[in-house]
């Protein structure tokens, strides 16, 4: 018998889920935590594919029909070691309507500080850079793959996005965006699956994500740090906006 919790064995399963779907081996379902496979009856959600969220587990948060009601479900989460540390549950702001996200990698030291994302420095550069494509940042909801910040703003582990990425994937169904706008290679590589691929490879793409069309561009951290990328930035933002002009004309 084993001290651990539901949560650490729900996590496990999830992992054991996606080792089997990366070696194409037969389609996992999960309904209430009980695993189904090959020709056995379907359940509720079939695991999607193409850059789709893979492993469902029925939860009461599951049941938020808005985000005030997912982030009061959802604001004490303690499925990762992440909680031990956090100052603050950084859910995300911004128009609960907004036809476009923007999604990051995990809170920094201001955000942890705040329980908001993107207030520091990156932050101010980030609302720069939507208002230059006319997007205000009150008009888009902003988010990142975590929730709480990893010490020393290390990538986050594998197991901690596991276990957050849910969230964003539930809030992304409420909200229904037209657009996703990943900011940085760990915030693009995470959401779309794309673990083995650069920055560089994915930037330029148009990826499809639960309804919504995905482009990924640098983080703004980066950009302060690297000066010499923000034309290449520019033209990411350009190609966005446009894109969003003939969804939105259609």
């Known amino acids: 018998m084993t001290d651990r919790t539901r949560d650490e064995i729900i996590t496990d399963i999830e992992r054991w889920a996606r080792e089997r779907l990366a070696n194409n081996e037969e389609v996992i379902y999960f309904d209430n935590v009980k695993i189904a ?12 594919t193409n850059h789709e969220p893979r ?46 996200m923007v999604i ?34 009150e008009e888009v909801f902003i988010a990142n793959i975590l929730k709480s910040r990893p010490p020393g703003n290390r990538d986050p582990k594998p197991e901690e996005v596991a276990a957050c990425e849910p969230y964003l994937f539930k809030q992304i ?5 037209k657009m996703i706008l990943c900011v940085g290679r760990i915030a693009g590589s995470n959401l779309l699956k794309q673990e083995s691929e650069s920055l560089a490879k994915m930037r330029g793409k148009v990826f499809d994500f639960m309804g919504a069309k ?14 010499n990328w923000k034309p290449a930035a520019w033209e990411d933002l350009q ?3 446009k894109l969003y002009d003939e969804m939105v004309a259609v």
């Not at 169904?173 to 965006?177: R, S």
């Not at 995905?214 to 000066?227: D, E, G």
């Open 55 to 100: 492993v469902t587990i029925s939860e009461e948060w599951q049941k938020a029909t808005d985000l005030p009601m997912l982030q009061s479900m959802i604001s004490g989460c303690t499925k990762c070691e992440l909680h031990k540390t956090r100052k603050n549950f950084v859910f995300g702001v911004g128009n609960p309507q907004a036809k476009v």
């Open 239 to 241: 190609n966005f906006r």
């Open 104 to 137: 990051g990698e995990a809170p920094g030291a201001d955000e942890d500080e705040q329980g908001e994302p993107f207030v520091g420095r990156a932050g101010q550069l980030l609302n720069k850079m939507l208002l230059a494509i006319n997007f205000p940042r």
């Open 214 to 227: 995905v482009m990924v561009t640098y983080h703004p951290a980066a950009l302060i740090r690297n000066p």
């Open 173 to 177: 169904e409420i909200i229904k965006p």
């Open 37 to 48: 496979t090959g020709n056995s009856e379907m359940p509720k959600q079939k695991l999607a």
